[in-house]
């Protein structure tokens, strides 16, 4: 069964860049979405961005402009850059499968498509502190 | 940006009593495109419920997930101890995903 682990430096300082890996094991990266999302302490989840495996991104506006999502489809990893990070940046940081799956209904003889979005396999989370 | 918000913010229920949350979304939502997630202390998200209503694989089915457009419901039939926990709906408006804010089940 595919696991998730992030791994980066647990400490970061003000204005620097934070840089976390997540590391897909049991499975292949291939023709999947994979996503990051963070939870500040005591406070909720708050989604950053996903790639699919072959490199293409969609970033949150709010913090589009300081994140980078990459992949590396050989070593079955993609990571997280968020630059110019500040103590409002501390957060457990979660890697997550985000899958896209299609569904099919009949009605009345006509067949309907859609999509179901969600995030089924979620790393263990590395806690990520902003701090001189 | 759709905004998802969870009532109540803290729900305070005994074992085997039947827990409704419930979670309304700023804008129409695609069913679909609509999740449940439980989080225990100290540790990840688990995905409950996917397309507002399909159970996760493993997930028992006193867990069931209802509603469409702006409203949403997770419903838990007979509380186990092991489900008081924090509950976040989240959903897919492209470009982006967003949560809600949580709802906390505690033991009374």
């Known amino acids: 069964q595919v696991q998730l682990q992030e791994s980066g430096p647990g400490l970061v300082k003000p204005s620097e860049t934070l840089s976390l890996t997540c590391t897909v094991s049991?499975?292949?990266?291939?023709?999947?979405?994979w996503s990051w999302i963070r939870q500040p302490p005591g406070k909720g989840l708050e989604w950053i961005g996903y790639i699919y495996y072959s490199g293409s991104t969609n970033y949150n506006p709010s913090l589009k402009s300081r994140v980078t999502i990459s992949v590396d489809t050989s070593k079955n990893q993609f990571s997280l850059k968020l630059s110019s990070v500040t103590a409002a940046d501390t957060a457990v940081y979660y890697c997550?499968?985000?899958?896209?799956?299609?569904?099919?209904?009949?009605?009345?003889?006509?067949?309907?498509?859609?999509?179901?979005?969600?995030?089924?396999?979620w790393g263990k989370g590395t806690t990520v502190t902003v701090s001189s | 940006e759709i905004v998802l918000t969870q009532s109540p913010g803290t729900l305070s229920l005994s074992p085997g009593e039947r827990a409704t949350l419930s979670c309304r979304a700023s804008?129409?939502?695609?069913?679909?495109?609509l999740a449940w997630y439980q989080q225990k202390p100290g540790q990840a998200p688990r995905l409950l419920i996917y397309g507002a209503s399909s159970r996760a694989t493993g997930i028992p089915d006193r867990f069931s997930g209802s509603g469409s457009g702006t409203d949403f419901t997770l419903t838990i039939s007979r509380l186990e101890p092991e489900d008081f926990a924090v509950y976040y709906c989240?959903?897919?408006?492209?470009?982006?995903?967003?949560f809600g804010q949580g709802t906390k089940l505690e033991i009374k």
């Open positions: 049991g499975g292949s990266i291939s023709s999947y979405y």
């Open positions: 804008q129409s939502v695609s069913s679909s495109y």
């Open positions: 989240q959903q897919y408006g492209s470009p982006m995903y967003t």
């Open positions: 997550a499968r985000d899958r896209r799956n299609v569904g099919i209904t009949m009605v009345q003889g006509v067949i309907n498509y859609y999509y179901y979005y969600y995030m089924d396999v």
